[in-house]
């Protein structure tokens, strides 16, 4: 009777002779007596020994006897070395560590489950070969971390601790940056959302999340935010948050000190990946490429990425167009400038804050609502202006009126009240649609130069104190009730057309920053 399977099951077969009345079981080492030589060669053949696919991680196995020595085990390596070269064998061969034989599998000890995937796809073959050759009873490979499995064997070499040069350290968090301490107001309530769920951890739902804004927007918050939580709901997890500034010095370290199987392996271990203003990566191209790899290898595992940036990832200049592709397949939010809400939202909280070091200090009236509207630019400068205006107080002995604000804070309100001048909202419009400043201003009246020209005007007059008969004059001596025209039709436009109401969008940020 002959059994036989698939892909690592074994096969038997228990055949009667008639000679000597015995049972004989395969694997033969020769043709046998009385068994003819066909039926030897396609056993042979359906029994050969095949590497599996798969990498086992932490495996509790009976342990047996595997009949291999330390030495045996380093003579075959060194066989396997004039194979794969020196490089290769350093790299991959070297660390490996032979556990046991059991129930027809060798078991080896790896590092990594990166090392021993790739070990297992790259050199399975030439490694079961050579342990089959050693040990008839070989059909099969498997590998375990070492960490993992050292329990179980007394053959595995236990691994060096790494030095500091060899593990992965988050970037400092600011234990300010919580979402406790995040205002929540409708510019920032998306990209709010969606760090939350990032945050409650579990499998990644949108990935990656991509977080851009403008300056003192509230991305670092965010970031630091998302990563305090993970840290606090599971403690044992893997999350790594650095700036890509510090990803490329990484990269390059690496590359310097001939380590880069090293960096893979360590970044490919972690389970949360967070990049920080991912836009100073772009115009490197090693460093992209490393990272596209990264990328591509955490989210084939189902690990969390979550990346941030100055703007969105199809407006960053010398960005590949594959990284690009890969940034837009998840979520991107927009964390969009201010608003007074907003900003008196974060002046109240930050005065609580406050109390706690100045309990004696009087805070008048209208004070936080002038703030508010005055500085406008974004969080940090309102930070800013209020932390300097409470230690400003507490040193001449006085409440924090009228008067001592604008005293105090002089530089910063007259910074503020730079307005947007209508050159430069020209200058901006002209390069976002790619036309000349003079076809903007000038008398022609094709569409794709009164569109922008359209645009322009409404820009002037929401963004500037300037007059509608000013702004006609500005715009090659037209008249009010032109600017009026274009300001309507563009109301009008923007509400039903999304692509009138991205470029506003973007033109009005761009201007802002």
């Known amino acids: 009777m002959m059994a036989a399977t698939e892909w690592g099951r074994s096969y038997s077969m228990s055949i009667s002779a008639p000679k000597h009345g015995a049972d004989f079981r395969y694997p033969f080492m020769g043709v046998g007596i009385g068994y003819p030589a066909w039926l030897v060669n396609s056993l042979k053949k359906i029994t050969r020994p095949k590497v599996v696919g798969q990498f086992l991680v932490g495996t509790k196995m009976v342990e ?28 991959w061969i070297d660390p490996l560590h032979f556990a046991r034989i059991e129930d027809e599998v060798a078991v080896i000890t790896t590092k990594t489950a990166f090392s021993g995937n790739y070990v297992a796809k790259t050199y399975g073959d030439i490694l079961l070969t050579r342990l089959a050759k050693i040990n008839p009873r070989v059909r099969r490979l498997k590998f375990e971390v070492a960490s993992k499995c050292a329990s179980t064997s007394e ?6 601790k790494p030095d500091a040069s060899e593990t992965l350290v988050s970037a400092p968090l600011d234990a300010r940056f919580t979402f406790d301490t995040f205002v929540v107001g409708k ?3 998306l990209a709010h959302a969606a760090a939350r769920r990032v945050a409650e951890g579990g499998p990644a739902t949108f990935n990656p999340l991509f977080l851009y804004g403008g300056v003192g927007l509230g991305k670092t918050h965010l970031m630091h935010a998302i990563s305090w939580e993970l840290r606090a709901r599971q403690p044992n997890l893997n999350v790594l948050y650095l700036s890509a500034e510090q990803f490329m010095y990484r990269f390059v370290q690496a590359l310097r000190d001939r380590k880069m199987m090293d960096f893979k392996e360590l970044f490919r271990a972690v389970d949360v990946l967070m990049v920080d203003d991912v836009q100073f990566i772009a115009g490197k191209e090693s460093t992209q490429e490393e990272f596209f790899h990264t990328f591509n290898a955490l989210v084939e595992q189902n690990k969390q990425i979550i990346i941030s940036a100055d703007r969105a990832p199809d407006e960053i200049k010398d960005l590949e167009n594959r990284i690009r592709s890969r940034l837009q397949c998840g979520l991107v939010v927009d964390l969009h400038p201010t608003d007074y809400e907003l900003r008196l939202g974060v002046l109240q909280s930050k005065v609580q804050a406050q109390r706690a070091l100045y309990p004696d200090l009087e805070v008048q009236a209208g004070i936080l609502e002038f703030l508010a509207h005055r ?16 230690a400003f107080a507490s040193l001449v002995g006085k409440p924090i009126g009228m008067e001592l604000t604008q005293d105090c804070l002089a530089d910063v309100l007259r910074s503020s009240q730079q307005k947007i001048s209508i050159e430069e909202i020209q200058r901006k419009v002209a390069d976002h649609y790619n036309i000349r400043i003079s076809d903007l201003v000038g008398p022609r009246r094709l569409r794709s130069l009164a569109r922008p020209r359209q645009v322009a005007m409404w820009l002037c007059k929401s963004m500037t104190s300037r007059s509608l008969p000013e702004i006609g004059r500005r715009f090659g001596g037209r008249d009010h009730t032109t600017v009026m025209h274009g300001v309507r039709r563009i109301d009008e436009l923007r509400k039903q057309d999304a692509l009138i109401a991205e470029d506003l969008e973007m033109l009005r940020r761009a201007l802002e920053s």
């Open 64 to 91: 047996g006897h595997s009949g291999m020595t330390d030495a045996g085990w380093q003579a075959l390596k060194a066989d396997i070395r004039g194979s794969v070269g020196d490089n290769n064998y350093k790299a």
């Open 155 to 160: 053959h595995v070499t236990p691994n060096p």
């Open 187 to 189: 510019p920032n309530a």
């Open 375 to 390: 500085i406008s630019s974004n969080v940090r400068v309102l930070e800013g202006a209020l932390n300097r205006l409470f």
